[in-house]
């Protein structure tokens, strides 16, 4: 039984660029889903593709590499957990390895990335970092 899925996908990307393998299979949900599709259209993962014959369902991750083979994923950090939920208001929100990397934030218009909300000027519970 897992608890917290979000950790449970990072924990499993991580591991698998660690040992470069092409594509990962992470149980599917909405807030996992939101989370992937922002790292592939930041570049951190090539593609993915949802499963449906299997139960759970899940979804398959096109793990994104360079042409020396380094991995577009150095680190995944969860930061805001199920035993101590981390909020920021639009002034706070962090900044990750000085722009290199970001921060996922879930707010009130949707999962966004660092740089969107403090566009959009919202806050909200920081999810994780990605660099």
Do not use: C
């Amino acid at each position: 039984m897992r608890t917290d899925l979000i950790s449970d996908t990072f924990t499993v990307i991580r591991n698998a660029s660690i040992v470069n393998k092409e594509s990962v299979d992470v149980i599917k949900s909405k807030t996992v889903l939101a989370i992937l599709e922002i790292l592939k259209r930041e570049g951190y993962i090539r593609n993915l593709k949802v499963l449906d014959t299997q139960n759970p369902k899940l979804i398959r991750v096109y793990l994104e590499y360079s042409s020396e083979g380094k991995p577009a994923i150095s680190g995944l950090h969860r930061i805001s957990k199920s035993s101590l939920r981390t909020y920021v208001n639009s002034k706070r929100i962090p900044k990750v390895l000085n722009g290199l990397g970001l921060a996922i934030i879930s707010t009130s218009k949707g999962l966004l990335t660092d740089k969107q909300a403090r566009e959009m000027k919202i806050g909200g519970e920081v999810i994780g970092f990605v660099w």
